[in-house]
């Protein structure tokens, strides 16, 4: 049972426009979220988290937007630029502690020049 | 200062082997967690060691093992290796306690059974 959802595995840009990347959880106990980028033959990186206190943080071109009643958020990066192009994953930590991220299964993103 | 270094980056053994692969966190970094990556499966955890001590363990069959030393730097073992256990091993690292930190991940092992 997936508890950390992304419904669309790849997704196409042009470059200069906004992308916007989907993420859906169903454990309502989730109450910290990350936002990873993995390039190719490279381990994840960190890019953004946000706190279910808040329902918006931004950090440079990457907003993550948190909507708890519908359990969903979503990651925009604005304006996309072809370096961007890379498989980004969701994450949450299950029981509270980071040891333990549950994360969705990716969603790979194209930005075309 | 140097990033978290996982060896060997690909490795290729026979069903039946058994494997060990390595990671050395970031330095002052006391937690290492790992992650299997499949493409069906996505990124799945495997266990997670705290001062040498495991914390957390996902929900993986006894063949898979780690173990962490007391310069934090941690392996995992797995023995009797099956097709299905081709996979992106990734080690990350993270200062430790329960602080909301996002973890620094290696670059993995690549590991192919055949």
Redesign the interface.
Known sequence: DQQVKQNSPSLSVQEGRISILNCDYTNSMFD?F?W?KKYP??????LI?I?SIKDKNEDGRFTVFLNKSAKHLSLHIVPSQPGDSAVY?C?SP?G???????????TKLSVKP | KAGVTQTPRYLIKTRGQQVTLSCSPISGHRSVSWYQQTPGQGLQFLFEYFSETQRNKGNFPGRFSGRQFSNSRSEMNVSTLELGDSALYLCASRPGGQGRYGYTFGSGTRLTVV
């Open positions: 910290y990350l990873y033959a490279e381990g994840p990186t960190f988290s706190s994953f994450a299950y509270g502690s980071q040891g333990n991220l549950i994360f969705g299964k990716g």
